[in-house]
């Protein structure tokens, strides 16, 4: 629902302020799950990728480790590495040998 929508329905229905900002509130909670939902697919995919690249050693050579990879090539500190890849690794769908996968499972989904 946007904004013009909610505008002429108000109008249409002689809705009060208080209906109107209930309509308002409903639509902007819903476009906040649907983005919500976004940012946990991308926190899977990222901590996905860094949990590839430290099982892997993918910084080898450059970098001794994940975490320094992590460090100069995004910013990411310590402990939000650690985060991305636990939260891939606690939610994420696993591969038939029970490894993470990089979309979060539907179980977890709405969450």
Known sequence: MND???????????????ETHMLYLDSHTKTIKKHLGAVAESFIAIGFYLYEVRIYNYYEPKFKDVLEYAE??????????YNFIALCEKFSKRTQRNTPYMYIDEKWKGY
């Open 4 to 18: 013009i929508f909610i505008q002429d329905v108000s109008k249409e229905k002689d809705l009060t302020p208080e």
């Open 72 to 81: 100069d090539t995004f910013g990411l500190s310590k402990t939000s590495t």
